[in-house]
């Protein structure tokens, strides 16, 4: 198992290597990046070298590379361009905020799908399986900002139960109601179907019918050997899940005014900020590797054929 987990941290590494040569030849492809710091017209050719030096353009590129890569892992990803503060520090003020709104639409999305999907599974052809069904097809075919925009004028405009917008001072559940769903619904109809197909087939499978001619209860079946069996594929999704949900909520943050790291990105977008939009990607590209690369211990943790691969 040490050199299984010794690959993966490898191929980690490698992929957060690979996200960051990208990046910084994207802020190179987009021109000279004096253009964003100075407006044009209103800076002298004194002014226009010094940035240079600073930003250390008069250096070949492969040495700039070096020098970005080694202030961006020291924690130096330079300053907005939009108001001048530092960009680990916007970042350090929304993060928190996404991760929260993240992690309740993972909960949720596992809470609601897993469940469901078995549910679905055991009773297929029910009126249960109709009911999580079309709780999917629903989920899978409504827009995330349409569905926020809906939940919005129903909830909050109409019945006036729950806030309309922003998360608001501390932490009331009250504010992550809808923005959780408007972004877990989607995740947790995915789950629901790829669980009730994997339980399906493992349902299907002869030590299945072997270990209920043992005369084990129809619980123990379901949940210790067709659920755990089948948990392989929902696994790998679960993993891509809560990526996403973290790193996929701009639209959602958009729509409830929610102070986050999606939201920070859409402005820096609006405001030309490359600086903050960089270290944006950056923190999204790690969480992505990060989820995966958990994915892969609980693979080995789960399947020992996996943990001597």
């Known amino acids: 198992m040490r050199f299984f987990l010794i690959r993966r941290v490898l191929f980690a590494f490698i992929a957060v290597i690979g996200a960051t040569l990208i990046v910084f030849a994207l802020s190179r492809a987009i021109g000279d990046p004096r253009y964003l710091y100075l407006a044009q017209g209103r800076f002298n050719q004194q002014q226009w070298d010094a940035l240079g030096e600073e930003l250390n353009l008069d250096k070949p590129l492969i040495v700039q590379y070096f020098i970005w890569l080694g202030a961006t892992s020291t924690g130096d990803w330079g300053k907005s361009v939009y108001n001048g503060r530092p960009v680990t520090e916007l970042i350090g003020e929304r993060i928190y905020n996404t991760l929260q709104l993240g992690f309740a639409a993972f909960i949720f999305a596992g809470f609601v799908g897993v469940p469901l999907g078995v549910l679905s599974a055991v009773k297929r052809g029910s009126g249960w399986d109709l009911l999580s069904r079309t709780f ?173 691969a």
């Open 136 to 308: 999917a097809l629903l989920g899978q075919a409504a827009p995330p900002f349409w569905l926020g925009i809906m939940l919005i004028l129903i909830f909050a405009a109409n019945l006036n139960w729950l806030p309309s917008a922003t998360k608001g001072d501390g932490f009331a559940i009250k504010n992550f109601v809808l923005p959780t769903i408007t972004i877990g619904w989607l995740f947790a109809s995915a789950n629901l179907r790829l669980v009730r197909t994997s339980v399906l087939e493992i349902l299907d499978s002869e030590f299945i019918k072997l270990a209920r001619a043992k005369g084990l209860s129809e619980r123990r079946v379901v949940w210790k050997h067709a659920f755990r069996n089948g948990l392989i594929a929902p696994l790998t999704f679960a993993g891509i899940n809560l990526a996403a949900l973290v790193t996929g909520s701009v639209l959602t943050e958009t729509v409830f005014a929610w102070p986050g790291l999606g939201r920070l990105s859409i402005n820096a977008v609006y405001n030309n900020d490359f600086p903050v939009l960089t270290g944006c990607v950056l923190i999204f590209t790690l969480i992505y590797v990060i989820a995966n690369l958990l994915v892969d211990i609980a693979y080995a943790l789960l399947d020992p054929r996996i943990r001597y």
